[in-house]
């Protein structure tokens, strides 16, 4: 069995916000009544301005016991609630990941897409009109934003072994 991928777009004056739902995997074992370990997650909100606060629920389908959840916020930190919390105070695109593992090693995987943008940028947003021209060009910088984020905790990650060894 394929897993299988939806991608949703959700319009938001002046800003594309993107949702990843289905990325999941199920695990190598198949239930002979339920089937396959597989994850819903959700959000409380997708895109807005900085700090974008948002609550995440997790859950599992088919689980054979209890479950442990690993939350990646595309920041550098994680949690191993169910139903983390979590604050993004840069702007950037963030991709949320949940891992869970039931007690019989069956595994599934979600992943959300999430902006976060700056608070003046995000009101103006909400009065204009979105344009292909002005969706491209928001997304350019966005983007951008996105990048030197990552460089940057990747330059920490670095320098964080290079101490250690």
């Known amino acids: 069995m394929r897993p299988h991928r939806l991608l949703e777009v959700a319009?938001?004056?002046g800003i594309l916000a993107l949702m990843l739902i289905g990325a999941g995997c199920g695990g190598e074992h198949s239930k002979a009544v339920g089937g396959p370990l597989n994850v819903s997650v959700s959000a409380d909100r997708f895109a807005g301005p900085t700090p974008l606060n948002v609550k995440f629920?997790?859950?599992p389908k088919n689980a054979d016991g209890s479950v442990h959840y690993r939350w990646r916020f595309d920041d550098g930190t994680q949690s191993e609630a169910p139903s983390p919390e979590h604050s993004f105070p840069r702007?950037?695109?963030y991709t949320v990941t949940v891992?869970?593992?039931d007690e019989s090693g069956n595994n599934a995987r979600?992943?959300?897409l999430l902006g976060a943008?700056?608070?003046r940028q995000w009101?103006?947003?909400q009065t204009k009109a979105v344009t292909p021209a002005g969706a491209k060009q928001t997304e350019k910088v966005q983007q951008h934003r996105t990048d030197v984020r990552q460089a940057q905790l990747l330059d920490k990650v670095r320098k964080e072994i290079e101490q250690g060894s």
């Open 99 to 101: 891992d869970v593992r």
């Open 57 to 59: 629920a997790a859950r």
């Open 123 to 125: 009101a103006e947003a």
């Open 110 to 112: 979600q992943s959300l």
């Open 117 to 119: 943008w700056p608070p």
């Open 91 to 93: 702007a950037g695109y």
């Open 11 to 13: 319009a938001v004056p």
